[in-house]
């Protein structure tokens, strides 16, 4: 990928975030009060900034399937699944931030062969996994990247976590038994793969240059997400947990699918 495209990449995936951001504070405010006119005020603005950027993203077609999702955000349907009257403030701004969780999955499949912003009436293909040297492993992970965008998207933050990093652990794993028993043998790391802990895996991988520094942003929650609730409750996961780990996915899929 070129450097220009990564930039606008960048760009687009930094501007989407403070859009999430500034939505959630947004939400908050509106629980404990929808009748805030002050609020109500920059939800509209947040509303516009949003479908401006909504806007670019599809090209200008209402006919693209992100477009279509932004415009059914403000729409509450009856029983027979017809639009009826607008949803409330709240439930509209929950709403766009899934949209905005798609658009984000979205930009984030691009490739050089893909323009800024996407055109396409129909919904991205499946993320492809074919760096991956374990054939039987590829679709399980393709499968399972679709679920965590699914679960991103109905703010199900706790299965969105633990699947990005069971996809991570999966692709750093595939990519560290194709690395071969010696070069691991000179990583120092006691043991083999399979007793290894998720943490030990990224730790290895990065010392043998597999992968690099950027599993270090990864949350606590999601360095031991294999352990989760074994010593007690298990910690609530919150959407910026969730999206960090997704973050950190797709910088470990860069450095093990380099042409990308």
Known sequence: MDE???VQIETYLSHLDGLSSRGRQLRDKLANDPSDES??????????????????LSGGSKAHWL???????????????????????????????GVLGQAVASISRID???????????????????????????????????????????ADFDLALITTCGILEAIVTDALEFAGERVLAASG???????????????????LGIIRGGCARLPAVARAYRTRGESGPRATVSEREALTAGQVLHVVMRDLDPGR
């Open 189 to 207: 790391a006691p043991g083999k793969i399979v007793d290894w802990s998720f943490v030990t895996r990224l730790e290895v991988a990065e010392k």
């Open 39 to 56: 609020v109500i005020a920059d939800t509209r603005a947040w509303q516009e900034d949003c479908g401006v950027t909504i806007n670019q």
């Open 112 to 154: 050089d062969g893909a323009a800024i912003p996407a055109t396409s009436d129909a919904p991205p293909p499946p993320r492809r996994f074919d760096f991956v040297h374990n054939l039987e492993l590829r679709p399980v992970v393709e499968q399972a990247y679709t679920e965590s965008r699914r679960a991103i998207e109905h």
């Open 4 to 6: 220009n495209k990564k």
């Open 67 to 97: 477009a279509r999702s932004f415009s059914g955000a403000f729409l509450m349907r009856s029983a027979d699944g017809r639009a009826a009257e607008g949803a409330a403030p709240a439930e509209i701004v929950n709403r766009l931030l």
